[in-house]
């Protein structure tokens, strides 16, 4: 007995033993694997990270545009802006006016978002590269890496790069040019708002948002011979440090038949410091009438600028059953004016040569050694936020900054032949306007007769920086831009699209009469008298466009 029991657990044994044998030999059981899950709260396109209750959606979209007409560089309407205006010579491939030109872009997004006891938790970024190209190799300084939104909004709170709140009237929804305008839908713009949310579509928005600065221009640096508005380059700037953002403010209706809204903004747009100078001293020191050293001789007092706005987004139900979406946008602003147009004055002021050739001038400023005679035509429209000089530089003038009054409109009407064709037509119109005392200061730099003042106290020079009007014979400032155009856009997908747009930009010149324009290296207008005239001209594009995921 003692014998079959020893042999029964010897057995058991042996199980046991091969039993684990077989089992070490055996892969261990895996964790089950965790798809990616739907999220249906916010719209197509979003799934759960997994292991987390964030939803997220990854965009993209490529781009490809060609340009006829429109300089260097697609996003500043090149032939009237800075270097463009002089309309480089032929043969260059890195003119500032080639006849064509090339875009490409691709551009990625990331939308994330969560729940929390105060709402949707929400950020968004957007990164991208764009090249410009009229022949230039990759890598060049127009082939650029960039980011346009990056942003975080909580409980009514949008803290980061975004879209101004003072903006309604989009761009790019009817064109796909540059079209002068307030809109800061591209590049955006840092800022920290709050949003109250009253119901039924109604909200209103308070904004700080980074200062829209275009330049504060002294023209006491005239008095030395160097003009401050070279028209290759934006105004020389002397305006204070920043002290404190643009303040935004906006009351906003969203319908289902679209939305409305008026919206302002206030900013500061004081001047820096006056310059040593014959009317100033600042001490026993002398710097040399530049902007370098002025600390000591004291400043404008503080200046404060303004926008006020009103626009709207409507939809209109057409007899094909298809809906029309007509929108439009007014801006007046004084010292800021940034708030009627954005992108363009920054990149240069507003000049455009025309016709070329000899011919007797209307009336010829008198500049020695300089033939009676004119080179060509040419329009001129200087834009600054506000101008000053050292006080005494006007009789009577106290040296404080005159804003400058800029009006702004846009409208346009995009209209669908069918679900997948569509055009709009779309317009802007640009109104600059200076006071008289701001016109006279301009003067100092820009005419042969200061308007409406007696007994100037700063001499009037030729201005001799490279690049510069002066001498003009009618001293007026004040100029209009105006652009009408046409895009038509076919979606062959609901995300693939081609179309073309066809833009007239008209520049009503500033100084309309004659004055003296002084070379600059590099470019090809010749110093001598032009005429001082209206310019126009018309631009052509073509896209084609694939938004991988919006």
Known sequence: MKMVRSLLLGSAAGFVAVAGAQAADMPVKAKPVEYVKICSLYGAGFYYLP?????????????????????????????????????????????????????????????????????????????????????????????????????????????????????????????????????????????????????????????????????VTNVTVSATGVNPFVLAAASSNDAANLKWPDVVGNLRVDQAWGSFQVMGAVHDNSGAYWLPSAGITCGATAFGGTLTGDLACGRPGDELGFAVGAGGIFKIPMWTGLTDIASFQVNYTEGASRYAVFTQPAAGQINMFGNTGFATCPVAPAVAGIAPTCLGSLGVGLLADGIFANPGALVGYDGSVHNTRVWGVNAAWDHLWTPNLKTSVYGAFIRVEYDSTAKALIGIAECTVIPGITGVAVPITVGTAAGALSRASNCDPDFDFFQVGSRTQWNITPSFYVGFDVMYQKLDTAFSGVGFFTAAAGLPRPTGNYTIADQDTVSVTARAHWDILP
């Open 51 to 215: 292991g987390t209750d964030i939803c997220v959606k990854q965009g993209a979209y490529v781009r490809f545009q060609t340009y006829y007409n429109m300089g260097l560089t697609s996003a500043t309407n090149g032939p009237f802006i800075g270097n463009a205006g002089q309309q480089t010579a032929f043969g260059s491939v890195t003119g500032t006016n080639n006849d064509l030109t090339y875009r490409a872009r691709s551009v990625y997004t990331f939308d994330a978002r969560t729940q929390t006891e105060y709402g949707t938790l929400r950020a968004y970024a957007l990164i991208g590269f764009s090249q410009d190209s009229p022949g230039n190799a990759p890598g060049a300084a127009n082939a650029t890496l960039y980011a346009t939104r990056g942003f975080i909004q909580f409980a009514g709170f949008t803290v980061g790069k975004a879209s101004s709140f003072y903006d309604i009237w989009s761009v790019p929804a009817n064109s796909y040019f540059a079209v002068w305008s307030s809109d800061t839908g591209d590049a955006g713009d840092m800022l920290a708002a709050y949003t109250f949310q009253f119901g039924n579509g109604f909200s209103a928005t308070l904004s700080a948002e980074d200062p829209r600065r275009l330049t």
